[in-house]
């Protein structure tokens, strides 16, 4: 269990079950303890200087999720659904939720999971279709179980008589507590894959890619539907050869269950200003993402790779596909 440096929460967290089990559970830790009024609006987080980022990282923040919208998809699910948390404790030099200096890349949990859940539920059963939720848009929810034990609980109270599926993407191997979990085939859980080299120098204190295969090898002998993210696609001056490596790899150790139906997505990586000015603060000397060769403004301070870039990536990874896994299905790539 992650053991946080400092834990700052709203007082009214103690109004919930899973509130009082935190807190009563990181006191025999003796970790330092504040309230604030707000998870969203922390001044003494938003003030820390960019260097201070990876101590921020290892504060954990616990509140009430006021936010209850879902909002419509059209990949691999029909609804993006805010959740039990938010952030992370990994720090990887890519990540999408850094949108704002120190404001939201940090680890919240929120401990009012019932109301959560039962609004899942209740659109779930008012659909003439089946519905698929995304619960895991913000936060990587096989890391939080290890804290909360939320995902256990989510798919105990979900599956038995209730429609529709629930789905979510991980970086994490820790997956031996679902294993046994009675689901009955309405969780559908998707692991992130990269190059070994860019999972270790990149996606910082996530689970290495041995142990993501293992993982994912285990849930499909449990009877999870599995899909897989080669997420995000990084193009180094090296990738050719790493993703190559990297889709050897798979065809290689992938059980023979998991190839049989296996679904995968392909996501290339998105960055910005604001990752560009952290990591050279947070992590001097580290990969340098940014290539402006092969990069080109996208909205407000980002970046995404240029048209000529992405349109040789795409072919390169369709022939890798085709060679090794032309029997599966590409959902999307965007």
């Known amino acids: 269990m992650f053991i946080p440096n400092l834990i700052l929460y709203e007082e009214n967290i103690e109004n919930y079950e899973l509130g009082r089990e935190l807190l009563d559970r990181y006191k025999k830790y003796n970790v330092e303890m504040r309230t604030i009024e707000n998870h969203n609006n922390i001044l003494e987080m938003r003030e820390k200087s960019n260097k201070d980022f990876p101590k921020m990282k290892r504060n954990l923040i616990i509140g009430i999720r006021k936010t209850h ?6 990949k691999t699910s029909d609804f993006l659904v805010p959740y039990t948390s938010s952030g992370c404790i990994a720090m990887c030099l890519y990540c999408y939720l850094v949108c704002n200096y120190n404001k939201c890349a940090y680890l919240r949990l929120f401990v009012n999971r ?33 804290i909360t034990g939320n995902l256990e609980w989510t798919i105990k109270n979900f599956v038995p008589n209730n429609k529709g599926f629930l789905t979510f993407p991980t970086k994490f191997s820790m997956v031996d507590p679902l294993l046994s979990l009675e689901h009955n085939g309405r969780v559908i859980i998707r692991m992130s894959m990269n190059p070994e080299e860019y999972i270790r120098k990149i996606e910082i204190g996530t689970s290495p890619l041995k142990e993501r295969v293992e993982a994912i090898n285990k849930l499909k002998k449990a009877g999870y539907k599995i899909g897989i993210l080669i997420a995000p696609i990084i193009l180094l001056e090296d990738w050719k050869e790493k ?5 050897k790899y798979l065809s290689k150790n992938l059980s023979e269950e998991v190839k049989k139906d296996v679904f995968f997505e392909l996501i290339f990586m998105t960055y910005s200003y604001v990752h560009r000015k952290i990591n050279e603060e947070a992590f001097p000397g580290t990969v340098n993402l940014y290539d402006s060769n092969l990069m080109t403004g996208r909205g407000m301070g980002k970046y995404s790779y240029n048209k000529n870039a992405r349109a040789e990536a795409e072919i390169y990874l369709r022939e890798l596909f085709n060679k090794y896994f032309s029997n599966n299905r590409i959902e999307y790539i965007v």
Request: glycine share 2%.
């Open 69 to 74: 919208k879902f909002v419509p998809n059209h």
């Open 114 to 146: 019932e109301e959560m859940l039962d609004k899942i539920i209740k659109t779930a059963n008012k659909s003439e279709k089946e519905l698929t939720f995304e619960i895991g848009s913000n936060s990587d929810l096989i890391l939080e179980n290890t």
């Open 243 to 247: 993703y190559t490596e990297l889709i």
